[in-house]
């Protein structure tokens, strides 16, 4: 399908098996990342294109893999699920058909992805309490022939799920710091020897231009106190 169609800027990546993204296309993904049940019309005025224009793109989306599925976001903790906890899984490199057969037979398993490191795999699960994660580790887990080891960290706090990312969003943010952010204000650079003496008298760094600051070793800071008594 071509992406010649509408506004939008040069091509950023060739996906699936023809279709290229381009800014528009980035848009609406941006776009339905807030809200996937908008409708075309909203959709369309929202990145600035025609009704048109919106279906046909949303639509190649769709047909390239592009966007997989549409799903519905809930709420874990009013579900009763208000236990997450990330199992590290050691297994046994001769097992892993049997290991991946045997994860895909527990529903409780939200996530798994194979990993470097001292572990095999993580698998992230979600319970309505520590009872029934000590429960899956230590009878299901555990006798799970392909699992040689498993180490369990439960999760305090989400603080931070998105839907998803997109390639142009540090830059998006970037531009929209820039211009509500007050450039640095830049003090003269302090004669040699000057520094240390306004560290200490006005805070840490306070009067010394970004990328400057400059820290004392323990032996000059021992001698400096010894001749200022």
Same mark, same amino acid.
């Given at each position: 399908?071509?992406?010649?169609?509408?506004?939008? +800027?040069? &091509?950023?990546?060739? !996906?699936?098996?023809?279709?290229?993204?381009?800014?528009?296309?980035?848009?609406?993904? %941006?776009?339905?990342?807030?809200?996937?049940?908008? $409708?075309? $019309?909203?959709?369309?005025?929202?990145?600035?294109?025609?009704?048109?224009?919106?279906?046909?793109?949303? %639509? &190649?989306?769709?047909?390239?893999?592009?966007?997989? @599925?549409?799903?519905?976001?809930?709420?874990?903790?009013?579900?009763?699920? +208000?236990?997450? &906890?990330?199992?590290?899984?050691?297994?046994?490199?001769?097992?892993? @058909?049997?290991?991946?057969?045997?994860?895909?037979?527990?529903?409780?398993?939200?996530?798994?992805? !194979?990993?470097?490191?001292?572990?095999?795999?993580?698998?992230?699960?979600?319970?309505?309490?520590?009872?029934?994660?000590?429960?899956?580790?230590?009878?299901?887990?555990?006798?799970?022939?392909?699992?040689?080891?498993? %180490?369990?960290?439960? !999760?305090?706090?989400?603080?931070?799920?998105?839907?998803?990312?997109?390639?142009?969003?540090?830059?998006?943010? @970037?531009?929209?710091?820039?211009? @509500?952010?007050?450039?640095?204000?830049? $003090?003269?650079?302090?004669?040699?020897?000057?520094?240390?003496?306004?560290?200490?008298?006005?805070?840490?760094?306070? +009067?010394?231009?970004?990328?400057?600051?400059?820290?004392?070793?323990?032996?000059?800071?021992?001698? &400096?106190?010894?001749?200022?008594?």
């Amino acid at each position: 399908m071509s992406s010649n169609s509408g506004s939008g +800027g040069g &091509a950023t990546g060739r !996906i699936g098996i023809g279709l290229e993204l381009d800014a528009t296309h980035l848009k609406i993904l %941006e776009v339905l990342r807030e809200n996937g049940r908008i $409708s075309v $019309s909203a959709l369309a005025e929202r990145v600035g294109i025609s009704r048109a224009n919106a279906y046909t793109r949303f %639509e &190649a989306l769709r047909a390239d893999g592009v966007i997989k @599925r549409f799903t519905a976001e809930i709420d874990h903790q009013r579900a009763g699920l +208000g236990i997450v &906890a990330l199992i590290f899984v050691t297994v046994r490199q001769q097992m892993w @058909r049997q290991f991946r057969a045997q994860l895909a037979q527990m529903p409780e398993v939200e996530y798994c992805a !194979i990993t470097t490191g001292q572990h095999d795999a993580m698998i992230q699960v979600r319970m309505a309490d520590v009872a029934e994660v000590h429960a899956m580790v230590t009878e299901r887990l555990a006798n799970i022939p392909a699992v040689k080891a498993t %180490e369990t960290v439960f !999760i305090l706090d989400e603080v931070l799920r998105r839907p998803y990312v997109l390639p142009g969003d540090r830059e998006r943010d @970037r531009g929209r710091g820039a211009s @509500r952010r007050p450039a640095p204000s830049v $003090s003269p650079e302090p004669e040699q020897g000057q520094a240390q003496g306004q560290g200490q008298g006005q805070g840490q760094g306070q +009067g010394l231009p970004l990328g400057k600051m400059r820290f004392v070793g323990a032996a000059e800071g021992r001698a &400096a106190l010894r001749d200022a008594t």
